[in-house]
């Protein structure tokens, strides 16, 4: 066997080992699931939400993750979590917040 016989060996080789299934595509695809989120409020009333916009469990998960997100940031090295402190109260207990590279802002982080 020669050295271009071996080639298009190895080629043909990956080009049917590679090839996909029928049904790949179709498990790869995001699936819309609208299970309403059980918001607990404790004592407190509840909130006034709209009837168009209901949180879902899939959203509350989405929000979730893109909140502790660095690569939201530039230079990817902060998330809101980082000045959103929950414990506490979802603020920042600094007069001023401290950004990226370091610097500090000219205000607080709010709480959410």
């Known amino acids: 066997m020669n050295y271009t016989s071996r080639i298009l060996a ?38 006034a939400l709209p009837e168009d916009n209901i949180p879902t469990v899939q959203g509350v998960k989405l929000g979730r993750m893109l909140f502790y997100e660095k690569a939201l940031s530039q230079g990817n090295i902060q998330s809101c979590a980082d000045c959103h402190k929950q414990i506490d109260g979802s603020s920042d207990i600094n007069q001023f917040s401290t950004g990226v590279d370091g610097l500090q802002g000219n205000r607080q982080a709010m709480a959410i």
């Open 10 to 47: 190895f080629v043909s080789l990956l080009v049917f080992a590679c090839k996909k299934d029928g049904n790949e595509e179709a498990r790869s695809l995001p699936v819309y699931d609208p299970s309403p989120y059980e918001l607990e409020t404790g004592y407190l009333p509840p909130p």
